[in-house]
């Protein structure tokens, strides 16, 4: 079946702008996660979605940074006026649930390059 | 909070030759543990987790790890490595009010020369 989907791939972007990223994670997980890695560095939580609960926000860096998810469907992570630190590969994960050490499934991620 | 300390960030091993990859882990409750592997462009992917019971927890390609609650280790070990092999390897963990989402430690380059 289909895996978890990241779009863009790569983006490009000037300093001070905005961008959004995308996942579409796999039909029926309930659980949806954003890290980022930063070259160099491991990955490191950002935000997470389970079910209908409000989201677990503790690992967005700044008020810069936000995610939505439609549903049990598919998420947006918006950065508002990019800087240079926040290039990094942005990755999405999803798995059937946030609880009992259930597998998440990693997306390809998003290559996000300030300049 | 909880953290993950992966010792090596580089292990080069020859073909054949067997490897150990250190994970040592800190939290204050109850864990679980998970080794992903990233092989060359590709997405990161689970190799084995360690969840309760057995202490030793193997993957399908003759990966190994062993949970030790003593000296928060969950190191992983593999007899004999194959050019294969050759990937990033990040150990994760989460439990408590943690649970869901994952520490992940910086992950070690696994080389394996011919």
């Known amino acids: 079946g289909a895996g978890v989907s990241q779009s863009p791939s790569n983006k490009v972007t000037e300093k001070g702008k905005d961008v959004e990223l995308r996942c579409d994670p796999i039909?029926?997980?309930?659980?949806l996660y954003w890290y980022r890695q930063r070259l160099g560095q491991g990955l490191e939580f950002l935000i997470y979605?389970?079910?209908?609960?409000?989201?677990?926000k503790s690992g967005l860096p700044s008020d810069r940074f936000s995610a939505e998810r439609t549903g049990e469907s598919v998420s947006t992570l918006t950065i508002q006026r990019t800087q240079q630190e926040d290039s990094a590969v942005y990755l999405c994960?999803?798995?059937?649930?946030?609880?009992?050490?259930?597998?998440?499934?990693f997306g390809p991620g998003t290559r996000l390059t300030v300049t | 909070a909880q953290s993950v300390t992966q010792l090596d960030s580089q292990v080069p091993v020859f073909e054949e030759a067997p490897v150990e990859l250190r994970c040592n882990y800190s939290s204050s409750v109850s864990v679980y543990l998970f080794w992903y592997v990233q092989y060359p462009n590709q997405g990161l992917q689970l190799l084995l987790k360690y969840l309760s019971g057995s202490t030793l927890v193997e993957s399908i390609n003759g990966f190994e790890a062993e949970f030790n609650k003593s000296q928060t280790s969950f190191h992983l070990r593999k007899p004999s490595v194959h050019i294969s092999d050759t990937a990033e390897y990040f150990c994760a963990v989460t439990g408590g009010t943690s649970y869901g989402k994952l520490t992940f430690g910086q992950g070690t380059i696994l080389t394996v020369h011919p």
């Open positions: 039909s029926g997980h309930t659980a």
């Open positions: 979605f389970q079910g209908n609960s409000a989201p677990d």
């Open positions: 994960a999803s798995s059937i649930s946030g609880t009992g050490g259930y597998e998440q499934y």
